[in-house]
């Protein structure tokens, strides 16, 4: 099996481990959220500036979780894009090198050249 894919399943399944574990704490979460939510409404005792503030508390947590979630997911997305990446660039280098050995050297150039402009056009400059 190519290295690469090796690397692609690990990456794969260390996802997936996070994924499924940070769905595990949302529903913990969400249940402690509930059983808080039903806590406040039988407590009479609690002034409502204190509801507001634990309602506040738990928004806070919640964006912060779903923050938390989106950069984890953005950085998978790089981790892959960054294999796939390498994996075209020795690709085209061995591409390269077997045309090489039938273009001359003028030719080559120009090949060269062609994939640089096609790497700038890629990166917006």
Do not use: C
Request: charged share 35%.
């Amino acid at each position: 099996m190519d290295q690469k894919q090796i690397l692609k399943q690990m990456i794969d399944f260390n996802k997936a481990t996070f994924d499924n574990t940070f769905n595990a704490m949302v529903m913990l979460q969400e249940q402690s959220e509930r059983a808080a939510n039903t806590l406040m409404e039988q407590a009479t005792w609690l002034p409502e500036d204190g509801k507001k503030a634990i309602n506040e508390w738990v928004k806070a947590y919640k964006k912060g979780r779903e923050d938390f979630k989106k950069v984890v997911d953005e950085n998978f997305q790089k981790v892959l894009s960054l294999i796939l990446d390498e994996t075209l660039d020795v690709e085209r280098i061995e591409q390269k090198q077997a045309l090489g050995q039938f273009l001359s050297d003028e030719e080559a150039h120009k090949l060269d050249t062609t994939e640089k402009l096609k790497d700038l056009k890629k990166k917006n400059y």
